[in-house]
């Protein structure tokens, strides 16, 4: 979805946009997709965009996911700037997430052989799917293609470039930090009144997410309605009582058009997750967020104001209290920090300078 949001912003900014890639529904009717795709992700073979790309012929290659279908050998002979938003933590971590277990974890973290990943099964519970991608991060961060490649690396949040400084990578004076977009919510202006709306949370129902102690901390007297789906589904709708709604899975455009309608958004994310998409539409809708500690929301938006911060689950009821008490201020710290940050403007405006940072790079290396 980003990426698409992207590739539309640029074409309406002026520049050329060809965008060149391949799915996993184009791939998968394979019946030898899975040996594939494993060999693939451990010896960086697989489907080369080469041919395409040089058919477009681009001042500026951009990577946003080459997992787990596309070659990372073509980057080693490709002569022209590249720039790469990294989007997860998959070049230290086989899950991608830097979770276990419902919590976080960083065992791999700095270590040129993962056999962490490989003890624990980190990527879908099995020493087989895990394997392949242990391999790819033998070596350590340095090592990886991606990386090491990119005339320009594009980080989603503060914390995620400092999780990969902590890991060693050596080329952060290649990095910037240019968070994802979202396009401004139509119905923001419309908003119900924070005293009779409900808060809100949408995202997937698992143990790194968080939302069973959250549930467990949230005061029953405000109303909160939860949407998703999961392994901790059962628990969740358990757990939810009196003022407390589970809704099931909400398709986004649903969401989009409801989010406006809501107090608060709460963020109890338990992992180092990078700016979550719902952070920004919540933001883009002008409305606050309580989040906990330790991801890039709840860094965002200890800087900025749009919301409240947590340590501990216990405090819940006074900060989301404390919300509602002061919602003018919080809706309005909401709105200003996605106009300022989050925008298609502040993207347009940053990725531009990314690009002329990335050619005289790229022809720095070149020169005699």
């Known amino acids: ?114 056999m962490p990943a490989l003890r624990h099964r980190c990527y879908r519970s099995s020493l087989l799917a895990t394997a392949p991608l242990a391999v790819a991060n033998v070596g350590g961060v340095n090592a990886h293609p991606v990386l090491r490649r990119a005339d320009r690396i594009i980080f989603l949040a503060p914390r995620a470039r400092g999780i990969y400084a902590d890991a060693g990578y050596s080329h952060l004076d290649r990095s910037v930090v240019l968070p994802n977009f979202v396009e401004p919510n139509e119905g923001a202006s419309g908003a119900a009144d924070p005293g009779d709306a409900p808060w809100l949370y949408f995202g997937r129902l698992a143990p790194e997410k968080g939302v069973v102690p959250m549930l467990r901390a949230w005061p029953q007297e405000v109303p909160l309605l939860v949407y998703g789906a999961g392994p901790d589904e059962e628990q969740v709708a358990r757990l939810c009582r009196g003022a407390v709604e589970y809704r099931g899975p909400l398709p986004r455009e649903a969401l989009l058009a409801r989010i406006p309608w809501h107090a608060g958004f ?3 994310s338990l992992f180092a997750e990078g700016l979550p998409t719902v952070y920004l539409e919540s933001l883009a809708a002008g409305v606050p967020v309580v989040a906990h500690s330790g991801n890039s929301a709840a860094d965002d938006i200890a800087e900025h104001g749009s919301g409240r911060v947590f340590d501990r689950f216990e405090e819940l009821p006074r900060l989301v209290s404390a919300v509602g008490d002061d919602h003018d201020r919080y809706r309005d710290a909401a709105s200003r920090r996605y106009w300022e940050g989050f925008s298609q403007q502040a ?21 005699p």
């Open 1 to 114: 979805m980003a990426v698409g949001l992207q590739a539309e912003a640029l074409r309406a900014a002026g520049y050329d946009v060809t965008q060149v890639g391949v799915s996993t529904d184009q791939l998968s009717a394979h019946p030898l997709y899975p040996v594939r795709t494993a060999v693939g992700v451990a010896t960086g073979r697989g489907w080369d965009p080469t041919e395409r790309l040089r058919a477009a012929r681009p001042d500026i290659v951009h990577i946003h996911n080459l997992f787990p279908n596309i070659s990372t050998r073509w980057l080693g002979h490709w002569e022209g700037p590249i720039v790469a938003t990294i989007h997860n933590y998959r070049p230290l971590c086989a899950a991608g997430t830097l979770a276990r277990d419902g919590a976080q974890c960083v065992e791999c973290v700095g270590r040129r052989i993962p």
């Open 266 to 268: 709460v963020f109890p």
């Open 347 to 367: 993207w347009v405006d940053g990725i531009g300078e990314v690009y002329r940072a990335a050619q005289v790079e790229r022809a720095s290396r070149r020169s």
